[in-house]
């Protein structure tokens, strides 16, 4: 069994290679202070196994705190020359509340065209042992099907549950709007797309729900900012309208809980009850919740929902705080269709993907003139077809259309549509999709799917 | 109707926006008709100017103001604009009740560039918590005034200061930060912003120092010789001065010296800003680099400052050990705007004039489209908005970008540009890419490639190169601003705007290869620039942290 500090050093190379995607010859920046010097230094060991180039740049906390007091708040010339160079970069400072400035500015300057910046606040041995160590490949077809579901869902119904004393528990749900294509979910696998930035360790799909609608109770029996749950303890939080309405619970996670609302209150008093969030955690390298938010929102087994700012998730509530309340092994409904149940996964593919030979075809006029729309779109080697949405700044939603065959087809007449500002008539589109094997039928009820997912208009 | 004492709350007025962020650079005047508080209303990033005049009629009473008395005044200040420069509107204010129901006379001074502010306006911008609420409720009610096109800070083909200048932080600071004196070369691709940064530059200077001595050159093929360059700038430093061509035939001999008892003597700063330096080494180039020697000379000195903006050329010459530009002063290479910087440009002007883009999908899909590039991004601003003077509502990301790629400009600036720029073999190379991009699956966003891939593309095609070819073909290429280099990755590209390959492949991406290889196997000759090794040097100089200025 390897110890800690091999496990660690095989996540950092996973961090590099699978996270960053970084290459020998590539330039890395890595930030780090004095509480993150250990894991740190196992990423600068990695780095030079891979023969990248390093950036190194060791800022203290004072320093991070120093930047917060600066009037301007201009990273100085050797952190921008850092970051400039670089192909990935890594932010591995400690998570301090007085940082936030410092890292919040490396976020904004790293995350541009070109580079992948992975966000590693509060990194220590552990999460590069377990939390970044786990099959990317699992967990991109998961933060997939969930981006899917939360893309094209009007109303998630979360059911979390409060464990009696008698050992029973009693389920509260709490019903949230979700759009249905009005909103993009986040999908944050941990492996961070070019141009742009992602938490690393990674592990969920989160969206930011649509404001002052979603209503009922909500049991948090996991961790929050600073506190871990231990069961059978719980807190239930009311909603209405979008706002938490009451709490109910006491014990030692009331008092932490009501000191958190308390800074929330002090801090913003209109959105700091306002629901910002729904997301769903999916990684199984993190086993524990600890009360670092960051972490225990991606822990497999868990959904949780925040309080406060959604703007930087595509949302429309702007606030100074976010906070994040994660529930155990919830069960999760999208449109009534099983998501999670107990905390494991219950997503069934033919619930979300189109299988071409079920799909009602829209009436087309053959006349009718189709376009891409703005959406991007990449075709998979493999010929699936997988969208590309921006959703805030240097966040993306990422999600394959349709079942296997249906992907195949997708692509295939995608591929036939010209690009912006031209039209092609859907009966020049069905003589070409024709010529290559594909019927009337698959054909029209494609352009059907492409256009659900507004991919075409 | 009451009447107010309605000076004394107009100037209440201007001293609250002053204490909300609206600084006043100019001290206030008085004539006839107008006490006048000139405003700073950089801040909203509209179309406003560099600075804009609060007019605040006299002797009038506003209580009992009638049409036609209201209308003298609106067209006193009108006159008053008139004779204005660097100033996009004025303001007046009323103070009454009047204009509010009279649409007529709104319209009539909105078209004479005068916006009116009633008393209920004033009193809801005053009420506006200090900071974004302040600016969003003066920007809303100047729209509301003025029209969202006269504001709209989104001018296709002029360079861009004061209030519609976006983002360059750093840049700025870099170049304000050696004020004690020096030289400042920015240089860049075409249209990615060198012109506006060295203009926002000096305005910025000059508002820090109004006594600042101040000549602003532009270069390009204008002058032949040094002579003509030095007495273009004496001229504008001092139109009086002696020392001009025909008077003083040691003026290159003595430019120097002038030049620092200006500000030794007279205690006065210098700033000379020389846009497209290109032009300049041209000639300097073949007369051993004569004018940059003596530039050197005079501003590498206390309180003298020397701007220079060019491309090609500059570049080179900034390379170049032998150049005399190579180590003076501070270099700021000038890229795409960052993210961030792209969604402020979009976001910031648009939430000012009350037109809320927060739940749309647009400012993403702007940056996906534009990549960065400034000239790009002013198009599809200047299209939202035009879009929304005719809907009234903000488009969707797919219905904005279609009016965009629409427009014959937009694909000039994307595509004619790369037409009109380049070697039959860089077309060549650039349609191989692309088809190779597409088969293999990868979005052009993020395909990248190396001179091997190249290499290897045109051999296919049989079109041999030899390193040095390769070499020129990819600098080309990057000072074309089609390619630039990937960051972190040495020797690798990535296509400037990935949505160049758009027009290629509506244009069919088969029959421009193949146009493009027919010209290459006709023609054997190439155009010759300065080889990749120089752009890397540069590159990398522009990358280390460069000590103080003397």
Same mark, same amino acid.
């Given at each position: 069994?390897?110890?800690?500090?091999?496990?660690?050093?095989?996540?950092?190379?996973?961090?590099?290679?699978?996270?960053?995607?970084?290459?020998?010859?590539?330039?890395?920046?890595?930030?780090?202070?004095?509480?993150?010097?250990?894991?740190?230094?196992?990423?600068?060991?990695?780095?030079?196994?891979?023969?990248?180039?390093?950036?190194?740049?060791?800022?203290?906390?004072?320093?991070?705190?120093?930047? !917060?007091?600066?009037?301007?708040?201009?990273?100085?010339?050797?952190?921008?020359?850092?970051?400039?160079?670089?192909?990935?970069?890594?932010?591995?400072?400690?998570?301090?509340?007085?940082?936030?400035?410092?890292?919040?500015?490396?976020?904004?300057?790293?995350?541009?065209?070109?580079?992948?910046?992975?966000?590693?606040?509060?990194?220590?041995?552990?999460?590069?042992?377990?939390?970044?160590?786990?099959?990317?490949? /699992? !967990?991109?077809?998961?933060?997939?099907?969930?981006?899917?579901?939360?893309?094209?869902?009007?109303?998630?119904?979360?059911?979390?549950?409060?464990?009696?004393?008698?050992?029973?528990?009693?389920?509260?749900?709490?019903?949230?709007?979700?759009?249905?294509?009005?909103?993009?979910?986040?999908?944050?696998?941990?492996?961070?797309?070019?141009?742009?930035?992602?938490?690393?360790?990674? &592990?969920?799909?989160?969206? /930011?729900?649509?404001?002052?609608?979603? &209503?009922?109770?909500?049991?948090? %029996?996991?961790?929050?900012?600073?506190?871990?749950?231990?069961?059978?303890?719980?807190?239930?939080?009311?909603?209405?309208?979008?706002?938490?309405?009451?709490?109910?619970?006491?014990?030692?996670?009331?008092?932490?809980?009501?000191?958190?609302?308390?800074?929330?209150?002090?801090?913003?008093?209109?959105?700091?009850?306002?629901?910002?969030?729904?997301?769903?955690?999916?990684?199984?390298?993190?086993?524990?919740?600890?009360?670092?938010?960051?972490?225990?929102?991606?822990?497999?087994?868990?959904?949780?929902?925040?309080?406060?700012?959604?703007?930087?998730?595509?949302?429309?509530?702007?606030?100074?705080?976010?906070?994040?309340?994660?529930?155990?092994?919830? %069960?999760?409904?999208?449109?009534?269709?099983?998501?999670?149940?107990?905390?494991?996964?219950?997503?069934?593919?033919?619930?979300?993907?189109?299988?071409?030979?079920?799909?009602?075809?829209?009436?087309?006029?053959?006349?009718?003139?189709?376009?891409?729309?703005?959406?991007?779109?990449?075709?998979?080697?493999?010929?699936?077809?997988?969208?590309?949405?921006?959703?805030?700044?240097?966040?993306?939603?990422?999600?394959?259309?349709?079942?296997?065959?249906?992907?195949?087809?997708?692509?295939?007449?995608?591929?036939?549509?010209?690009?912006?500002?031209?039209?092609?008539?859907?009966?020049?589109?069905?003589?070409?999709?024709?010529?290559?094997?594909?019927?009337?039928?698959?054909?029209? !009820?494609?352009?059907?799917?492409?256009?659900?997912?507004?991919?075409?208009? | 109707?009451?009447?107010?004492?309605?000076?004394? @709350?107009?100037? +209440?007025?201007?001293?609250?926006?002053?204490?909300?962020?609206?600084?006043?650079?100019?001290?206030?005047?008085?004539?006839?008709?107008?006490?006048?508080?000139?405003?700073?209303?950089?801040?909203?990033?509209?179309?406003?100017?560099?600075?804009?005049?609060?007019?605040?009629?006299?002797?009038?009473?506003?209580?009992?103001?009638?049409?036609? +008395?209201?209308?003298?005044?609106?067209?006193?200040?009108?006159?008053?604009?008139?004779?204005?420069?660097?100033?996009?509107?004025?303001?007046?204010?009323?103070?009454?009740?009047?204009?509010?129901?009279?649409?007529?006379?709104?319209?009539?001074?909105?078209?004479?560039?005068?916006?009116?502010?009633?008393?209920?306006?004033?009193?809801?911008?005053?009420?506006?918590?200090?900071?974004?609420?302040?600016?969003?409720?003066?920007?809303?009610?100047?729209?509301?005034?003025?029209?969202?096109?006269?504001?709209?800070?989104?001018?296709?083909?002029?360079?861009?200061?004061?209030?519609?200048? *976006?983002?360059?932080?750093?840049?700025?600071?870099?170049?304000?930060?050696?004020?004690?004196?020096?030289?400042?070369?920015?240089?860049?691709?075409?249209?990615?912003?060198?012109?506006?940064?060295?203009?926002?530059? +000096?305005?910025?200077?000059?508002?820090?120092?109004?006594?600042?001595?101040?000549?602003?050159?532009?270069?390009?093929?204008?002058?032949?010789?040094?002579?003509?360059?030095?007495?273009?700038?004496?001229?504008?430093?001092?139109?009086?001065?002696?020392?001009?061509?025909?008077?003083?035939?040691?003026?290159?001999?003595?430019?120097?010296?002038?030049?620092?008892?200006?500000?030794?003597?007279?205690?006065?700063?210098?700033?000379?800003?020389?846009?497209?330096?290109?032009?300049?080494?041209?000639?300097?180039?073949?007369?051993?680099?004569?004018?940059?020697?003596?530039?050197?000379?005079?501003?590498?000195?206390?309180?003298?400052?020397?701007? *220079?903006?060019?491309?090609?050329?500059?570049?080179?010459?900034?390379?170049?050990?032998?150049?005399?530009?190579?180590? *003076?002063?501070?270099?700021?290479?000038?890229?795409?705007?960052?993210?961030? =910087?792209? @969604?402020?440009?979009?976001?910031?002007?648009?939430?000012?004039?009350?037109?809320?883009?927060?739940?749309?999908?647009?400012?993403?899909?702007?940056?996906?489209?534009?990549?960065?590039?400034?000239?790009?991004? +002013?198009?599809?601003?200047?299209?939202?908005?035009?879009?929304?003077?005719?809907?009234?509502?903000?488009?969707?990301?797919?219905?904005?970008?279609?009016?965009?790629?629409?427009?014959?400009?937009?694909?000039?600036?994307?595509?004619?540009?790369?037409?009109?720029?380049?070697?039959?073999?860089?077309?060549?190379?650039?349609?191989?890419?692309?088809?190779?991009?597409?088969?293999?699956?990868?979005?052009?966003?993020?395909?990248?490639?190396?001179?091997?891939?190249? #290499?290897?593309? @045109?051999?296919?095609?049989?079109?041999?190169? #030899?390193?040095?070819?390769?070499?020129?073909?990819?600098?080309?290429?990057?000072?074309?601003?089609?390619?630039?280099?990937?960051?972190?990755?040495?020797?690798?590209?990535? *296509?400037?705007?990935?949505?160049?390959?758009?027009?290629?492949?509506?244009?069919?991406?088969?029959?421009?290869?193949?146009?493009?290889?027919?010209?290459?196997?006709?023609?054997?000759?190439?155009?010759?620039?300065?080889? @990749?090794?120089?752009?890397?040097?540069?590159?990398?100089?522009? =990358?280390?942290?460069?000590?103080?200025?003397?």
């Amino acid at each position: 069994m390897p110890d800690l500090q091999e496990l660690a050093q095989q996540g950092a190379q996973k961090v590099l290679q699978e996270c960053l995607a970084l290459k020998a010859g590539e330039v890395l920046a890595i930030f780090f202070d004095e509480r993150t010097s250990e894991p740190a230094h196992l990423l600068i060991a990695a780095a030079r196994l891979l023969d990248l180039e390093l950036r190194v740049r060791q800022v203290s906390t004072a320093e991070q705190e120093l930047f !917060a007091d600066q009037a301007t708040q201009e990273l100085c010339d050797e952190d921008q020359d850092a970051m400039h160079s670089a192909r990935g970069i890594l932010t591995c400072l400690s998570a301090s509340q007085r940082g936030t400035p410092y890292r919040a500015k490396l976020l904004q300057f790293g995350t541009t065209d070109g580079k992948r910046l992975g966000h590693m606040p509060g990194l220590d041995l552990s999460i590069l042992a377990h939390a970044v160590n786990i099959d990317y490949t /699992a !967990a991109n077809t998961r933060c997939d099907n969930l981006a899917l579901a939360l893309t094209l869902g009007h109303k998630a119904t979360l059911e979390t549950y409060e464990a009696l004393p008698n050992g029973r528990s009693v389920a509260h749900q709490l019903e949230i709007p979700l759009g249905g294509m009005r909103r993009f979910p986040i999908t944050s696998t941990g492996v961070v797309p070019l141009g742009t930035w992602g938490n690393v360790p990674g &592990g969920e799909t989160f969206i /930011a729900p649509i404001e002052n609608l979603a &209503g009922g109770s909500f049991v948090l %029996s996991g961790s929050f900012h600073g506190f871990v749950l231990t069961p059978p303890e719980s807190l239930i939080l009311r909603f209405e309208k979008g706002r938490v309405v009451g709490v109910d619970g006491s014990g030692a996670s009331r008092g932490h809980f009501d000191r958190l609302l308390a800074t929330g209150y002090a801090l913003d008093p209109i959105n700091y009850l306002a629901l910002a969030e729904l997301g769903i955690g999916v990684n199984p390298g993190i086993s524990d919740l600890t009360g670092a938010p960051l972490l225990d929102e991606k822990c497999a087994g868990t959904a949780h929902i925040a309080l406060g700012d959604s703007a930087r998730y595509g949302g429309t509530i702007q606030s100074s705080i976010h906070e994040d309340f994660v529930t155990r092994s919830p %069960s999760l409904w999208i449109d009534g269709r099983p998501i999670l149940d107990h905390g494991t996964d219950a997503f069934r593919g033919a619930d979300w993907r189109e299988n071409l030979e079920q799909v009602e075809p829209a009436a087309l006029a053959a006349d009718t003139c189709i376009r891409r729309t703005a959406a991007n779109v990449e075709i998979g080697r493999e010929q699936s077809l997988r969208v590309r949405r921006v959703v805030a700044s240097g966040r993306q939603c990422t999600y394959t259309v349709g079942d296997p065959e249906c992907t195949r087809v997708l692509a295939a007449i995608y591929n036939l549509l010209p690009f912006m500002p031209h039209t092609r008539t859907v009966s020049a589109l069905g003589t070409t999709a024709a010529q290559l094997g594909i019927a009337e039928q698959t054909f029209l !009820a494609a352009l059907t799917v492409l256009r659900k997912h507004e991919l075409i208009r | 109707m009451p009447v107010v004492d309605a000076p004394s @709350l107009a100037a +209440q007025f201007v001293k609250n926006l002053r204490e909300g962020g609206f600084r006043s650079h100019r001290n206030p005047s008085t004539d006839d008709d107008f006490d006048v508080h000139y405003l700073d209303l950089i801040p909203l990033k509209i179309r406003s100017g560099y600075f804009t005049p609060f007019l605040i009629p006299r002797r009038t009473t506003y209580g009992d103001v009638s049409h036609d +008395q209201y209308l003298a005044i609106i067209d006193k200040a009108a006159a008053f604009f008139a004779h204005q420069t660097n100033s996009n509107f004025v303001v007046l204010l009323a103070g009454g009740q009047l204009a509010r129901q009279d649409e007529e006379l709104r319209a009539h001074a909105a078209a004479k560039s005068v916006a009116i502010l009633e008393r209920g306006d004033m009193d809801a911008i005053a009420a506006a918590p200090k900071g974004r609420p302040k600016e969003r409720a003066l920007g809303t009610t100047l729209r509301e005034t003025l029209g969202l096109v006269r504001l709209s800070p989104y001018v296709i083909g002029r360079h861009a200061t004061g209030s519609r200048f *976006f983002g360059r932080r750093t840049q700025v600071n870099k170049l304000m930060s050696g004020r004690q004196g020096g030289g400042c070369t920015i240089v860049g691709n075409r249209r990615i912003g060198k012109t506006s940064l060295l203009k926002e530059v +000096q305005r910025r200077m000059i508002n820090d120092d109004p006594s600042m001595l101040v000549a602003d050159i532009y270069g390009g093929a204008k002058f032949q010789n040094t002579y003509e360059v030095l007495s273009a700038i004496i001229k504008a430093l001092q139109p009086q001065a002696r020392l001009l061509q025909d008077r003083e035939p040691n003026l290159i001999r003595n430019f120097s010296s002038y030049i620092h008892a200006l500000t030794d003597r007279d205690r006065k700063s210098v700033a000379v800003f020389i846009d497209e330096l290109d032009g300049l080494l041209t000639f300097d180039a073949e007369h051993n680099y004569e004018l940059l020697d003596i530039l050197r000379g005079a501003f590498d000195h206390e309180r003298c400052h020397v701007y *220079f903006a060019g491309f090609r050329i500059t570049m080179e010459a900034k390379a170049n050990k032998l150049c005399p530009l190579h180590n *003076f002063g501070r270099l700021v290479a000038l890229g795409p705007l960052s993210r961030e =910087e792209t @969604l402020e440009m979009i976001n910031r002007p648009m939430e000012n004039l009350g037109i809320d883009l927060s739940d749309s999908d647009l400012t993403g899909a702007i940056y996906s489209e534009t990549a960065g590039q400034p000239e790009l991004i +002013q198009y599809c601003g200047a299209e939202l908005v035009h879009y929304y003077v005719e809907t009234g509502q903000v488009p969707d990301a797919t219905t904005l970008l279609t009016r965009v790629v629409q427009d014959r400009g937009y694909e000039q600036a994307i595509f004619g540009s790369f037409l009109q720029n380049s070697t039959a073999r860089e077309r060549l190379a650039c349609y191989l890419l692309i088809a190779n991009a597409e088969q293999q699956s990868t979005p052009l966003d993020a395909y990248e490639f190396g001179m091997a891939t190249i #290499d290897g593309l @045109l051999q296919k095609q049989k079109v041999s190169m #030899d390193e040095h070819d390769l070499y020129t073909l990819i600098s080309n290429l990057q000072v074309g601003g089609i390619t630039t280099p990937v960051e972190g990755k040495q020797h690798e590209f990535r *296509f400037s705007v990935p949505q160049f390959a758009r027009y290629c492949m509506n244009l069919d991406l088969s029959f421009l290869t193949g146009k493009a290889l027919h010209e290459v196997m006709r023609a054997r000759t190439d155009r010759k620039l300065f080889p @990749l090794s120089s752009i890397q040097e540069w590159v990398a100089e522009s =990358e280390t942290p460069e000590s103080a200025p003397p």
